[in-house]
């Protein structure tokens, strides 16, 4: 049995790549690697069940390369009498219109493609041609960017409908079934520009290290599998913790966050910033997080990727982008009659008098005709306001901060006022009555929240 055969159905095997039944997407770029694939699953298919279709796309980025590049793959494919599907997109001007990498693009573009033919061939599988020397390449690239386990581990063997059935083959057992069968196969000039650091990785870091270890693709994915294995069991215990410290709205609770092992409390501030839609963090973003969660400070904020923020507030962690600051509180005069929407606030506040007695409750306070100093205001708050309490009173700003009211959120706080001060935060807090005037006329204000 040929190296890569055998290295084909061990993956296959261990990983669980193929059931009876599968329909199965070869990823065909026209590369050694992608050839050699694609014929091992061919000639698997009858003991495997399976059904074998391929997938093109042609990148433009190369000229008549490209273009031969796609003539080459329609060949084998009319030759050896397999289905096709193609598409031809112009992936640099797909970079440029989005300010996105090349490289990064580039991959976007092709797994939105492989995405498309799978469905338009009915294919439950998408084979790529990822070998271990791929997964070596990929492996030193995120050790070279700090990366985590994540990173380490590698090449995923399977990755929701992505198998990848050389994960276990090397670049020379490749060429060797290449060159047993006599199969043709294109060679991608990009390979040799050093534009690309994962070329440079390719060319001069991989044969250094090779010189230490002949081995070194095989041993690498040995222990990027070992590493796999680690980052499951941690991500399995991050989902089940957020379960318990996770709040509305991609929050987490910041106390349980700091009790939390932090390996744990990684993964899922990890995984709740990318389920809010944030960009991969960094290693210096993760930093970052944790240097937020610790601070003292108990509102703050730090800019993420993708024009996200991870906003403190006491003891929430909320990952969304940045909120419209709300309209400014201009002060308005409430005459008794009138009703008030505040705009961004959608609380609505009306006035009327009425025969006494006062009476105070939820989303209402009476006040004496006597007790009150016109004109009555809603306004933001002052320097210098304060609120009654039993025992004393308050500076209204420290009250907010007992309160844990978000600093963003305080200025904009709507406050009921006469000429002698505070007579109500309105959703938050009443002063107490001004006397025990039971008799007389009295004006009440009421509010409530509105839909805007």
């Known amino acids: 049995m040929k190296t890569l055969e055998r ?21 065909l770029s026209g590369g050694a690697d992608s050839v050699a694939m694609t014929r091992v699953l ?30 080459f793959v329609r060949g084998y494919c009319r030759d050896t009498d397999l289905p096709l599907y193609t598409e031809r997109i112009d992936v640099a001007g797909y970079c440029r219109d989005r300010g996105v990498g090349l490289e ?13 033919a799978a469905r338009e061939l009915g294919c439950n599988r998408i084979a790529t041609a990822h070998t271990a020397d ?38 020379r057992a490749v060429e060797e079934y290449l060159s047993e069968l006599d199969l043709g196969y294109r060679e991608d000039s990009s390979n040799l520009s050093f534009n690309f650091a994962r070329n440079r990785i390719r060319h001069q870091v991989v044969p250094a290290l090779r010189t230490i270890n002949p081995a070194v693709a095989a041993a690498v994915s040995n222990a990027s599998q070992a590493l796999r294995l680690d980052e499951e069991a941690l991500c ?28 744990v409390a990684y993964r899922a501030i990890r995984d709740t910033a990318r389920g809010a839609g944030v960009p991969a ?36 962690l909320i990952f969304q982008r940045p909120l419209e600051p709300p309209p400014p509180l201009t002060t308005r005069v409430l005459v008794p009659g009138d009703e008030a929407v505040l705009a961004g606030t959608g609380l609505m506040i009306r006035c009327f008098w009425q025969d ?45 901060i007992d309160q844990k009211i978000p600093k963003d959120q305080r200025d904009s706080l709507p406050i009921v006022a006469d000429t002698k001060g505070v007579i109500a935060v309105p959703g938050y807090f009443v002063n107490p009555p001004r006397s025990a005037q ?3 006329r009295v004006l009440s204000i009421e509010w409530r929240i509105i839909e805007e």
């Open 438 to 440: 039971t008799g007389g």
């Open 236 to 263: 399995a215990e991050a989902e089940a913790f957020i379960q318990q410290a996770g709040l509305a709205n991609s929050a987490l609770a910041v106390s349980l966050l700091l009790s939390a092992k932090k390996a």
């Open 7 to 27: 290295q084909v159905r061990e993956a296959i095997r261990r990983f669980a790549l193929l059931f009876p039944g599968d329909r199965v997407l070869c990823c």
């Open 356 to 400: 006494g007695p006062a009476e105070n409750g939820p989303g209402r306070i009476s006040i004496p005709e006597s007790e009150l100093a016109p004109p009555l205001l809603i306004r933001p708050r002052q320097a210098g306001d304060r609120v009654i309490l039993p025992g004393g009173s308050k500076s209204l700003k420290k009250w907010l």
């Open 281 to 316: 963090l960094s290693a210096r973003h993760m930093t970052a997080l944790f240097s937020l969660l610790e601070s003292p400070v108990p509102s703050a904020r730090l800019s993420l990727p993708g024009g996200f923020e991870a906003r403190r507030e006491y003891d929430a």
């Open 134 to 171: 791929d997964n070596l390449e990929t492996v030193l690239f995120h050790l070279a960017r700090g990366s985590g386990t994540l990173g380490l581990a590698g090449i995923p063997p399977v990755r929701g409908p992505y198998i990848r059935p050389l994960i276990l083959a090397d670049r």
């Open 104 to 116: 990064a693009g580039a991959r976007e573009v092709r797994y939105d493609f492989f995405d498309r």
């Open 42 to 71: 061919v000639d698997l298919a009858p003991e495997t069940d399976v059904f074998v279709a391929c997938a093109h796309l042609n990148h433009s980025l190369r000229g008549e390369e490209s273009d031969g590049d796609e003539a």
